[in-house]
């Protein structure tokens, strides 16, 4: 064994899985994963967990990974985070723990992500639950939303004691891990719905299609519902688009429609009853983690797929992980690229993409080189579906139905970054919601938040 | 789980039901819709609400049938329960929040093609409870398919029926009426309502532009979530684009782009049609439908 490697990470081989939607990537045995464990140097100042926005023990639960007690290994994650096989598989790790791993000063870092991700696997498949509270303590938290940040939430204060409800505007609970993350990478029916199912064997209560702001208000909850203090997680809300001439034309989707069409409505199964317009010929625009899925989710429906971005590869906001696989399955980079155009045909259908290229001139407010036209270059790509992935704006359903509740300049809800709270008495906020899009970890990082702001302002109030 | 109170047919194809959902019945008002999903593989239905009871806790709807999923959810019964009902979704109707004694004032017109009589019905309920007679001009294809006629003259001021064959009260459309109304007998109208088709509302705005009546029209495109999260529903208002889930289903008519509209409605048109073949015909279905691939 080289100790300065990775123990490499099985996966479905590139050609075999642009066919299906199995999970790419297959994990570590039991084997590797001690192997892989034994590289970690147990540093006693762990950098890794200072990596880590919900600060698991790392070097605490790798080092029962190495000796063979996954149980414990279990226990060690738990107390910090309650969706680890989420994590695992969608953190993007070589900017938080990785990065900053010693044993990646001189060769790779400890495979952190694969390891929480095998250590959560076992547990499902081994039946470790994590133990309830014994009784709860009476008072009542209403959750809004089952991403992420709402799971994370409600999990911890559920380990506190709290009675806590979950509303979730959907058919079905998980936020962004249901109807946003593709199958391939995070799959549905094993990974989330059993980690969702931990979150309610603490306790907590999920009610579906309850829109907030809607179906009932915030202020509803408070005054009539007998909740003491809401959580909002509702998510990030509208999809953008770029406002170029043929944005409407059909075959044009935010990568929000496309992948849940996909994903939460299982369009791409036969026996289900909502459609796809799954496209021969497809173009993203965008390089976030939502672009790479929804161009490997067209791929994987049959189509010849593009993505395109306006700066080069350096700057793509995805994991390295999704942009290598991405690759490897075949899909084309068209960088420093940005559409002007989305040309029609007669019947109102997509026919192609004028697009400009782009060099990189100045830093912008961003810090990143902004991307200039170059005059002249345009040119045109033959194509029938175009894929707007581009970021989103908040939704304003629960800012304009709460009364008292602060939004700033985007429109984000204001709230304090350790604690979640927001301008409303008894109101807290996180993820999505307040910052605009991004990560699942930074959004349980504030769900956690969110919990110690919850349990403080309550028990504050009782005494 | 939604129960389903009461499941009747109005027309050919066209059923109407009574469903148990107490949050949704407690908060919606006019102009508001809901999202069912029938059970875990059927679609995301956007529909009209028809009426509702607060202190029962029920929602009436009204379902045609265009597709797989509506055609299955068209077969259920009292007794059933629909997986997911969620709502009120949408903004509602601009008058609910309109000064009760300058709505008073005002002279109110609706126009409902086929289907658009049951969202046009707790429109007109609600200003009749607020002491606004409206009056309602109910267009339908011929006599069997125009629905709700009872229930609307209870609360409509005066009722007007036309049937495109004229099987039923008189031959024409509902814009002929309107014009009737106005040119012939110097009816004045400060705003209209039209629910329908929207080929129907674009002709009503055609219409109601020469004549100088502001316009309301709900629009009806493909949506998925129903809570602005995907999109689909995206519509040119005034030249600019607008999700009807959540800016809307109601615009003024005069700014809307039909024409864009009404393509972007074709867009999963023959996807649906399929998946109905496919259910219907079953194993049986060997192409015909022009887009499954079967005959090749």
Redo the contacts between chains.
Sequence with gaps: MDVLKKVPVREQDPKVRATNFDEVCLGYNKEEAMTEASRCLKCKNARCMGGCPVSINIPGFIREVEKGDFEAAAKVIAEASALPAVCGRVCPQESQCEGVCVRGIKGEPISIGKLERFVADWSRENGFVPAAPEKTNGHKVAVIGSGPSGLTCAGDLAKMGYEVTIFE???QPGGVLI?GIPEFRLPKDTVVKTEIENVKKLGVKIE????IG???TIDELLEEEGFEAVFIGSGA???M?M?IPG?????V??A??YL??SNL??AFRD???????AGKKVAVVGGGNVAMDAARTALRLGADVHIVYRRSEAELPARVEEVHHAKEEGIQFDLLTNPTEILTDE??WVRGMRCIRMELGEPDASGRRRPVPIPGSEFEMELDTVIMSLGTSP???ISSTTKGLETNRRKCIVAEESTGKTSREGVFAGGDAVTGAATVILAMEAGRAGARGIHEFLSGKSE | MFQILKAEKLADKIYLMDVEAPRVAKSCLPGEFVIVKMDEVGERIPLTICDYDREKGTVTIVIQVVGASTQRMCEMQAGDAFQDFVGPLGRPSEFVNEDPESLKQKKIVFVAGGLGTAPVYPQVKWLHEHGVDADVIVGARNREMVILEDEMRAVAGNLYITTDDGSYVRKGMGTDVLRELVEKEGKHYDVCVAIGPMIMMKFVCLLTKELGIHTIVSMNPVMVDGTGMCGACRLTVGGQVKFACVDGPEFDGHLVDFDEAMKRQQMYKTQEGRALLKLQEGDTHHGGCGNCGGDK
Aim: glycine share 10%; hydrophobic share 30%; charged share 20%.
């Design positions: 505007a959907l058919h109807y579906t299609d309850v829109v809607k179906s009932v809300g509208l999809p688009f406002g944005e409407n034309a059909n075959g989707f935010s929000n429609e849940t069409r409505m299982k026996d289900y009853d909502t459609p796809i317009a019947k109102g939704n304003p359903l």
